[in-house]
T-cell receptor
Framework: EDQVTQSPEALRLQEGESSSLNCSYT??????LFWYRQDPGKGPEFLFT???AGEEKEKERLKATLTKKESFLHITAPKPEDSATYLC???????????FGAGTRLAVHP | GAVVSQHPSRVICKSGTSVKIECRSL??????MFWYRQFPKQSLMLMAT?????????EQGVEKDKFLINHASLTLSTLTVTSAHPEDSSFYIC??????????????FGPGTRLTVL
């Protein structure tokens, strides 16, 4: 069964304290791995798509990497406005639907 | 680019009534649209997938007669919650994927609709 697991469930950082969020997956035939950011009461905001192991993408303070078993979302020198829930999702096989992880709730304090 | 809107953003209705939620892709043509629901502090749960001009494909356990989905054009999909009950209260979110300048694999999400059934 296809599965996506995110860790930690929640993370509290001080402003400027870099860290990484993990997304491990077990799927048959990965087509793509997606990272989204979701603020309370809003829909997810697209961040990155990764398609193959070794691929990396960056956007401001965020950098996403992909291996054959997991993906990391690295946050460098976070700011309070980076506080949100970060969701990881995969597309697998011949299907275009997403399988979501439970998310990591990130809180960045000044 | 890749903007998806939803209307309404919030709706409160009485038990037994029906509620329609609209999802529009504003700057691209969405060949596929998805409907999710999300409970507090939980992740998104896919309800159904719809392709323009075709019947929606519902996930296991989702009542297709209760949650009616119509994808009549490449920019509009609607979700109608029929005979709503308090247990249908939730946050409903749509997403869209398509071609043009967007990646066909990437889903772009709307802002969500908060449904409260009294």
């Amino acid at each position: 069964e296809d599965q996506v697991t995110q860790s930690p469930e929640a993370l509290r950082l001080q402003e400027g304290e870099s860290s990484s969020l993990n997304c491990s997956y077990t799927v048959s035939g990965l087509r793509g791995l997606f990272w989204y950011r979701q603020d309370p009461g809003k829909g997810p905001e697209f961040l990155f798509t990764l398609y193959s192991a070794g691929e990396e993408k960056e956007k401001e303070r965020l950098k996403a990497t992909l291996t054959k078993k997991e993906s990391f979302l690295h946050i460098t020198a976070p700011k309070p406005e980076d506080s949100a829930t970060y969701l990881c999702a995969v597309q697998a096989g011949g299907y275009n639907k997403l399988i979501f992880g439970a998310g990591t709730r990130l809180a960045v304090h000044p | 680019g890749a903007v998806v809107s939803q209307h309404p953003s919030r709706v409160i209705c009485k038990s037994g009534t029906s509620v329609k939620i609209e999802c529009r892709s504003l700057d691209f043509q969405a060949t596929t649209m998805f409907w999710y629901r999300q409970f507090p502090k939980q992740s998104l749960m896919l309800m159904a997938t719809s392709n323009e001009g075709s019947k929606a494909t519902y996930e296991q356990g989702v009542e297709k007669d209760k949650f009616l989905i119509n994808h009549a054009s490449l920019t509009l999909s609607t979700l109608t919650v029929t005979s709503a009950h308090p247990e249908d209260s939730s946050f409903y979110i749509c997403s869209a994927s398509g071609g043009g300048s967007t990646s066909t694999d990437t889903q772009y999400f709307g802002p969500g609709t908060r449904l409260t059934v009294l």
